[in-house]
């Protein structure tokens, strides 16, 4: 069914807004925010906080980060460290940085066009449709990586740009309803129209999809790359206090690390043990091993082992320290 005609597109809203009053996702927070003051903050840190992470992972955090910071002005107040270590476990530790430079930047309020939040840090195209839509109740349409996945197959695109995407979103947006239409994509997209297996026979929108009978070529996959390093980490204790380093690369940035040392000086050292971590493109094969300290490179400091928990540590060193301390910090 063709869905370029004010007809059809009628029956698309009808079939996809029965869907989700029955199957969306009603429950989560960010969704039942009628009435709240904060309501575009609250949407903002859990459109963040969904970047590249699944909803049940987020869930906790958000609760947690809320009670915490419960305006975007509390965040705008708070220091970085601290603003990390609520963060620890979620990864992605940039997401974190770029919230709180934000809430400086704005102090009480988020601003309400597109172009005035897309030149805040971290806030791209989608966040700020987000935004709009969710938060402001905007009608606008935005296209994140499940959105783009239905829109592909719905017009059977094989190789989408985002601006035919963006006008694909815009000629079937519901002006009438924006949220619940933007949500029941998003949900669709989530537990219906999969990557692999998709649920095709269940799918509300079958009657209007193109691309169903040959749903693997739409879109078409995309290549990734993974790089493998191994790396070694030392462990220095003196009395209660290991030493940690504060690191000032990109992606952990403001985080706690054990040191790093080259894999030659660790091949002399007591073992502790190895394994395996993962972050964005990279894979770590990594071993923790006993040092004396002497000759370790960059700002090391002394933290208490009592006072690891209240401060920003990486995923990294959190499971390195499960080789070498009694209980994970």
Known sequence: MQLLCAQNRCAF?????????????????????????????????SEVMLQQTQVQVV??????FIQRFESLQALANAREEDVLQLWQGLGYYTRARNLHKTAQMCGAALPQTINELMRLPGIG??????????GFLQPVCFVDA???????RLFA??????????????????????????QALLDIGALVCLPKNPACSSCPLLRFCKGASAWEHYPKPKRKTTEFKRIALAF???????????SQARLYHGLYNLPEIPLQTAANLLCFGN???????????????????????????FVPIVQLDSIPLSSLCRKALNFVLPTTP
């Open 13 to 45: 809203h009808a079939a996809l807004l029965e869907w989700y009053a029955q199957n969306g996702r009603l429950g989560l927070q960010w969704r039942n925010l009628n009435n709240d003051t904060q309501r575009a903050y609250k949407v903002y840190v």
């Open 59 to 64: 869930v906790p955090y958000f609760e947690r």
């Open 125 to 134: 195209r989608y966040t700020a449709g987000a935004i709009l839509c969710f």
């Open 146 to 152: 499940n959105i783009r996945r239905v829109l592909a």
């Open 157 to 182: 695109l094989p190789n989408p740009r985002a601006r035919e995407l963006e006008e694909k979103a815009q000629m079937l947006l519901n002006r009438e309803d924006s949220f619940a239409h933007n």
């Open 236 to 246: 220095v204790r003196r009395g209660d206090c290991i030493a940690l380093t504060q």
């Open 275 to 301: 394994f395996k971590h993962s972050y964005t493109r990279y894979r770590l094969d990594v071993q923790v091993v006993a040092h004396n300290g002497d000759g370790l490179m960059g700002d090391i400091v």
